[in-house]
């Protein structure tokens, strides 16, 4: 009804760099090759929801880390704490059997039976009653007796002063445990009562106990997960998915916006380099569109730019369509060679014609190159053919190396930094 046929063409040159229409974000030099484009190997980016899963796990672990050190050392001075306890019961008992024995005859029976009971304990491995001199006076194994202790039970014996730790004189500290505590016998004289035990008893509930708060946490872990989405984390996906999307969409027409395509240029270089597989990049540039505007108003060109964006959605599975802004618009084809291209192509032109809403084009086709590592050679040649096919009456397709292409490149062009002409005209 509209179509473009039935209006002047422009002069090419211009490409519609005088006309100003509401909305466009991008400027000519935004819109150079280069600019914008990753310089290093594609790297593919792990999804929002899967790095806040992971943030979440990592700050679980090391949650659950940091509460293990402190359980286990709050259970280790717990554990400690009820066997010192209980070490000063059976102490109160042994005086108290002192006591009662005959002053001059020696350890009393049930002193030495009571160093018996204490020894038959699961992690006790040695009792002893040591005196201010050192003397194991009673023991269990009884084997120890008259032997010479030195060092902490002695000095506990002389001052009073209890202790419950690390068995000192031990090869390896962490292997035992020991307690003692003072006590006085008949004729006010001093002791210490020496208790060592296993310290791989107390290790081993304390390693139970660990066990038993990690198999509780991995449990939760569903259940947290749960807790979170209802919470409001599934929106919070939801939504910056959402917002990702929308900051590379091209809000009139649908399509990949500039920056959606600078990272699709950049991983789809990467991959047909990786894999020897041939990429065409196709730029596509609306004729005649600033008079669309100015005679129909931008509404109409808003549909134009739809009908054209979904013409080019319309093709090959495998392509991807860009509006690079204004009136042009760009598809990344991978696995196709120049020749398919042209006519896939071809096809979305002729898909266009028949629609009321048939609009004249140009488009340029380029192959990407051996050493092209950003795609910025294949976008001044797709560029390029793209300005020789403007020269064209009607909707032209032209490839990079076409006999046309190579008499209207714009190598003799007034322009001196070797940038494509790009268009700044831009609907909404």
Same mark, same amino acid.
Request: contains cysteine.
């Given at each position: 009804?509209?179509?473009?046929?039935?209006?002047?063409?422009?002069?090419?040159?211009?490409?519609?760099?005088?006309?100003?229409?509401?909305?466009?974000?991008?400027? $000519?030099?935004?819109?150079?090759?280069?600019?914008?484009?990753?310089?290093?190997?594609?790297?593919?980016? /792990?999804?929002?929801?899967?790095?806040?899963?992971?943030? &979440?796990?990592?700050? /679980?672990?090391?949650?659950?880390? $940091?509460?293990?050190?402190? +359980?286990?050392?709050?259970?280790?001075?717990?554990?400690?704490?009820?066997?010192?306890? *209980?070490?000063?019961?059976?102490?109160?008992?042994?005086?108290?059997?002192?006591?009662? &024995?005959?002053?001059?005859?020696?350890?009393?029976?049930?002193?030495?039976?009571?160093?018996?009971?204490?020894?038959?304990?699961?992690?006790?491995?040695?009792?002893?009653?040591?005196?201010?001199?050192?003397?194991?006076?009673?023991?269990?194994?009884?084997?120890?007796?008259?032997?010479?202790?030195?060092?902490?039970?002695?000095?506990?014996?002389?001052?009073?002063?209890?202790?419950?730790?690390?068995?000192?004189? %031990?090869?390896?500290?962490?292997?035992?445990?020991?307690?003692?505590?003072?006590?006085?016998?008949?004729? %006010?004289?001093?002791?210490?009562?020496?208790?060592?035990?296993?310290?791989? =008893?107390?290790?081993?509930?304390?390693?139970?106990?660990?066990?038993?708060? +990690?198999?509780?946490?991995?449990?939760?872990?569903?259940?947290?997960?749960?807790?979170?989405? *209802?919470?409001?984390?599934?929106?919070?996906?939801? &939504?910056?998915? *959402?917002?990702?999307?929308?900051?590379?969409?091209?809000?009139?027409?649908?399509?990949?916006?500039?920056?959606?395509?600078?990272?699709?240029?950049?991983?789809?270089?990467?991959?047909?380099?990786?894999?020897?597989?041939?990429?065409?990049?196709?730029? *596509?540039?609306?004729?005649?569109?600033?008079?669309?505007?100015?005679?129909?108003?931008?509404?109409?060109?808003?549909? +134009?730019?739809?009908?054209?964006?979904?013409?080019?959605?319309?093709?090959?599975? $495998?392509?991807?369509?860009?509006?690079?802004?204004?009136?042009?618009?760009? =598809?990344?084809?991978?696995?196709?060679?120049?020749? &398919?291209?042209?006519?896939?192509?071809?096809?979305?032109?002729?898909?266009?014609?028949?629609?009321?809403?048939? +609009?004249?084009?140009?488009?340029?086709?380029?192959?990407?190159?051996?050493?092209?590592?950003?795609?910025?050679?294949?976008?001044?040649?797709?560029?390029?053919?793209?300005? %020789?096919?403007?020269?064209?009456?009607?909707?032209? =397709?032209?490839?990079?190396?076409?006999?046309? %292409?190579?008499?209207?490149?714009?190598?003799?062009?007034?322009?001196?930094?070797?940038?494509?002409?790009?268009?700044?005209?831009?609907?909404?």
């Amino acid at each position: 009804m509209y179509a473009v046929d039935s209006i002047f063409r422009e002069d090419p040159k211009r490409r519609s760099s005088d006309c100003r229409q509401p909305g466009n974000a991008h400027s $000519a030099s935004s819109l150079l090759p280069g600019h914008g484009l990753a310089d290093k190997a594609h790297v593919p980016k /792990l999804s929002f929801g899967f790095r806040l899963a992971l943030a &979440g796990l990592i700050t /679980l672990t090391v949650v659950l880390f $940091a509460t293990q050190l402190l +359980v286990s050392a709050s259970v280790r001075e717990t554990m400690l704490e009820e066997n010192r306890l *209980l070490y000063q019961a059976d102490a109160s008992f042994i005086q108290s059997s002192l006591a009662a &024995g005959e002053s001059g005859t020696g350890v009393p029976a049930t002193t030495r039976a009571a160093l018996v009971a204490i020894d038959e304990r699961p992690a006790v491995v040695n009792v002893e009653l040591v005196s201010t001199d050192g003397r194991v006076v009673a023991a269990s194994p009884s084997h120890d007796v008259g032997q010479t202790e030195r060092g902490r039970s002695v000095d506990v014996a002389r001052s009073g002063h209890n202790y419950a730790g690390p068995e000192l004189e %031990a090869r390896d500290v962490e292997q035992e445990y020991t307690y003692l505590t003072a006590l006085t016998g008949p004729d %006010a004289k001093r002791y210490a009562l020496e208790v060592d035990e296993d310290a791989s =008893v107390l290790n081993k509930r304390v390693s139970l106990l660990n066990t038993r708060l +990690v198999m509780l946490s991995v449990l939760a872990l569903p259940f947290a997960a749960a807790l979170f989405l *209802l919470v409001g984390g599934a929106r919070l996906v939801q &939504g910056h998915n *959402l917002a990702l999307r929308r900051a590379e969409r091209d809000p009139l027409t649908g399509l990949g916006n500039r920056r959606y395509f600078d990272d699709r240029l950049a991983g789809e270089v990467a991959t047909a380099q990786s894999r020897r597989a041939p990429l065409v990049l196709a730029v *596509l540039d609306l004729d005649d569109f600033k008079a669309i505007n100015d005679t129909h108003g931008h509404h109409r060109g808003d549909e +134009v730019l739809a009908a054209v964006a979904s013409a080019l959605r319309a093709g090959r599975r $495998a392509d991807t369509a860009f509006r690079l802004g204004g009136d042009e618009f760009a =598809v990344l084809m991978p696995n196709i060679g120049l020749e &398919g291209a042209r006519h896939a192509m071809q096809r979305r032109a002729d898909a266009l014609a028949q629609d009321e809403s048939s +609009v004249a084009f140009s488009v340029g086709l380029a192959l990407l190159r051996e050493g092209d590592d950003t795609g910025r050679e294949m976008w001044e040649h797709a560029d390029e053919a793209s300005y %020789a096919a403007k020269r064209l009456p009607g909707t032209a =397709v032209l490839a990079h190396g076409d006999p046309t %292409a190579r008499e209207e490149s714009p190598a003799a062009d007034s322009r001196t930094d070797g940038a494509p002409s790009t268009s700044v005209a831009a609907n909404r």
